[in-house]
């Protein structure tokens, strides 16, 4: 694997080697549950005290308002179901158009079952109207779930302004943040947010474990009910060896805060501007500012972002892509849909997603290897810029997609 360019790290990052190092103990020796009586149990248990210290210090919050969960699907499902089930009265979801599908299904599925959900709606930079925030929230909204970035674009959102707008209205407010955890300086009490959703394998953990900060103070419902785990807020045995995992990792990310928004973005600029300079008929999708130092999605409009994707994955790159192939229909990611970008940019759209452990190499490969890889599909398309009936580039993408 060592030949690979891994810029796919928003999907999922290498277990850092201080992480596995961490974990190797409590898949060994150091077995002992943490709910027992006796000390040998109890030794785990002050591991895990120890692991949720570091995630508490990661977000700024008190160790007493983390939660453990499997992962950050669940937290998600936690914040708002647990929302709505501590206020039986009130039927309102607020959450937008761009969520992941761990926000975005669980709403689409309340809205079958009768609850009320709003979908805000975002600009072609992928950022919201905050007039639209304050006039989409009633006296019956139990819970606003907005994303504090986009895992698609990068896109980071203004949680802070979001958050006094609900407080002041005396609604609760979910953020998930599982893209920005480790990559941006994060104080949950700074931010004003009651619920924050953050998962392991997005920075340098395992997959299957994650957390949810929840509030001092806040009434949740809990989605696993059980034990007296986690001080009755989710049963279940804790998974020792990830959660020990985890709280390395966060002990890792926040030293590493400075590289992430220095180095890494400086990597993540260079590939920007040379992919744009080299191929033309590109975009970047997302606000040019306001976005994750890691991420960036651009669209080479006139080729489909699968055929990008295999080529660079036959030149050992990894990245991914904004289009999802389903039942043989090729439909464009939601959030470019969303934004209103158009079809002959959408259907090309390649996320780059990068981490600490990248390099200068790593970009010098991309930058070698794409443009000639958009150059050859260009060539084989009949549609293009420069060819008689590019106009129906969009026509065909529509036939395609329904």
Not at 390 to 398: D, K, L, T, V
Request: hydrophobic share 35%.
């Amino acid at each position: 694997m060592n030949d690979w360019v891994y810029l796919d790290n928003n999907a999922t990052t290498a277990v850092a080697a201080e992480v596995r190092e961490a974990m190797l103990p409590f898949l060994g020796e150091r077995y002992g549950n943490p709910s027992s009586m006796h000390s040998f149990g109890g030794m785990i248990g002050r591991e895990l005290k120890r692991a949720r210290d570091h995630v508490a210090a990661l977000i700024g919050a008190d160790p007493q308002e983390i939660i453990f969960t499997s992962c950050g699907t669940e937290g998600d499902n936690t914040a708002i179901m647990g929302s709505l089930w501590a206020q039986p009265t009130k039927r309102r979801v607020v959450t937008t158009r761009v969520e992941h599908p761990a926000v975005r299904t669980l709403c689409r599925r309340l809205s079958k079952d009768g609850y009320d959900v709003y979908e805000l709606h975002v600009d072609r930079d992928g950022m919201l109207n905050l007039d639209e925030v304050r006039e989409s929230i009633t006296d019956d909204t139990a819970v606003v779930s907005v994303m504090h970035a986009n895992n698609e674009t990068g896109v980071v959102f203004p949680i802070a302004e979001i958050a006094a707008i609900c407080r002041d209205r005396g609604v609760r407010f979910h953020t998930d943040a599982v893209q920005s955890v480790g990559k941006l300086p994060i104080d949950v009490h700074a931010l004003g947010v009651d619920l924050l959703t953050l998962s392991g394998h997005k920075l340098h953990a395992p997959k299957g474990i994650g957390a949810l900060y929840v509030k001092r103070g806040l009434h949740l419902q809990p989605l696993i009910i059980g034990g007296h785990q986690e001080h009755g807020r989710r049963g279940g045995t804790e998974n020792v060896p990830s959660i020990v995992g985890l709280g390395t990792a966060c002990e890792l990310a926040l030293q590493n805060l400075d590289e992430e928004n220095k180095r890494v973005r400086g990597l993540r600029d260079r590939l920007e501007s040379e992919l744009l300079r080299r191929a033309p008929n590109s975009l970047v999708n997302g606000h040019p500012e306001n976005r994750l130092p890691n991420t960036c999605n651009i669209s080479f409009e006139y080729v489909e972002g699968e055929a990008i994707l295999l080529l660079l994955s036959q030149a050992h790159i990894a990245a991914s892509s904004g289009s999802a192939c389903t039942s043989g229909s090729l439909e464009p990611s939601h959030v470019l849909r969303a934004m209103g970008v158009p079809y002959t940019a959408a259907h090309g759209s390649v996320r780059f997603s990068f981490s600490v452990y990248n390099k200068d190499e790593d970009v010098d490969r991309v930058i070698e290897s794409l443009p000639p890889i958009i150059h050859r599909l260009r060539e084989l398309s009949p549609f293009g810029p420069d060819k008689d009936n590019s106009w129906a580039f969009e026509a065909s993408c529509h036939t395609h997609s329904h």
